[in-house]
């Protein structure tokens, strides 16, 4: 199956720094990725979505300025943390639906934790 | 927002034992999908059925689907510790390709 990785698998930053996340779809090309974050001990709440030319769209109580994503390529979306507070810590997951079928599966990555300290 | 909301929100069994986890939803679906998330880790794909199927089975696991009730439940038979994990339904909108709408989980503990 298709496949979909997340660099890095965890980070550590301090309070005020930028982080990047990378997610990559490693057979496949995706134009639409999209952005999960979860919380301890909570569900996966979807932070937005990542077009491949165009802009993202982010849900309802996201900051777009504060967390910028970039779908540099087909295969590419990065999703950058500016200025990381404690309350950014949560693991990050991506994911790419099934391209060019009509299979509705989504591939996700393996996610990235982020501890701002 | 949440679509789905999971019941029981923690399970505690013994193994050999069956697990049952209930998953309600609001919308129109295309399909809904279950996943598997053991502590900290990424997600694990567990089973995918349609808005058009009612049951399905892959291998020791069974989900059925009421879309009248808007409702699935995941049945996992002759449970083992290996089990324990977080459960999560999600469901699209309607719609292929779209972001996926995840229930806040249930939590399965199986202790030996």
């Known amino acids: 199956g298709a496949v979909v990785s997340q660099h890095p698998s965890w980070v550590i930053c301090k309070s005020g720094t930028s982080v990047k996340i990378e997610c990559r779809s490693l057979d496949f090309q995706a134009t639409t990725m999209f952005w999960y974050r979860q919380f301890p001990k909570q569900s996966l709440m979807l932070m937005a979505t990542s077009n491949e030319g165009s802009k993202a769209t982010y849900e309802q109580g996201v900051e777009k300025d504060k967390f910028l994503i970039n779908h540099a390529s087909l295969t590419l979306s990065t999703l950058t943390v500016t200025s990381a507070h404690p309350e950014d810590s949560s693991f990050y997951i991506c994911?790419?639906?099934?391209?060019?079928?009509?299979?509705?599966?989504?591939?996700f990555g393996p996610g990235t934790r982020l501890t701002v300290t | 927002s949440q679509q789905g909301e999971e019941d029981p929100q923690a399970l505690s069994i013994q193994e050999g034992e069956n697990a049952t986890m209930n998953c309600s939803y609001k919308?129109?679906?295309?399909?809904l999908q279950w996943y598997r998330q053991n502590s900290g880790r990424g997600l694990v794909h567990l089973i995918l059925i349609r808005s058009n199927e009612r049951e399905k089975h892959s291998g020791r696991l069974r989900v059925t689907l009421d879309t009248s009730k808007k409702s699935s439940s995941l049945l996992i038979t002759a449970s083992r510790a290996a089990d324990t994990a977080s459960y999560f339904c999600?469901?699209?909108?309607?719609?292929?390709?779209?972001?996926?709408?995840f229930g806040k989980g249930t939590t399965l503990s199986v202790s030996s």
């Open positions: 999600a469901t699209d909108e309607g719609q292929a390709g779209t972001a996926l709408i």
């Open positions: 919308t129109s679906i295309n399909n």
């Open positions: 994911s790419a639906p099934t391209p060019g079928t009509t299979i509705d599966e989504q591939y």
